[in-house]
């Protein structure tokens, strides 16, 4: 009885010579097709107001220091100049060891005065700073 041969395979590849045109033109598709949102932050939220207010006497624990655009700083309603700040935060840190600084800058204080006036905080030991806007003060 006569052997019957196998027939070859035929080969199953899938032939990849263009599939980098494929890829190039579905790259091109969805960067032309896509479209990108636009943040729109919150502007639907509605914030609550207040319907009476009242004047609370001096709150204890802080100190605000404002800053102008033109540089000039005030601590609690008395200005001074820069070198005064750290001797004139440290005993009021020293009484009260939980002192927060709120620091009130202008828009269009310069960074650098910023900058100073917490170099001077930092060695008056005064760490504990707020940054408040002037938002929460228009009120």
């Known amino acids: 009885m006569p052997k019957i041969s196998r027939k070859q395979k035929a080969d199953v590849g899938i032939p990849t010579g263009s599939m980098g045109d494929i890829v190039f033109l579905l790259l091109i598709f969805f960067m032309v097709t896509t ?5 729109r932050g919150i502007a639907g939220i509605e914030q609550p107001r207040a319907e009476m207010t009242k004047r609370l006497e001096k709150e204890r624990g802080i100190v605000h220091m404002w800053i102008a655009e ?3 700083i005030n601590i609690d309603d008395m200005t001074i100049v820069m070198s005064d700040i750290a001797g004139l935060v440290y005993p009021k840190r020293v009484a009260e ?3 927060i600084i709120s ?3 202008d828009v269009g204080a310069p960074y650098g005065t910023v900058a100073d006036a917490m170099l001077q905080l930092r060695e008056a030991d005064a760490l504990q700073v707020n940054f408040a806007t002037l938002y929460a003060y228009a009120r």
């Open 103 to 105: 620091i009130i800058a």
């Open 97 to 99: 060891p939980r002192l």
């Open 70 to 72: 033109d540089g000039e």
């Open 35 to 39: 479209v990108f949102v636009e943040y």
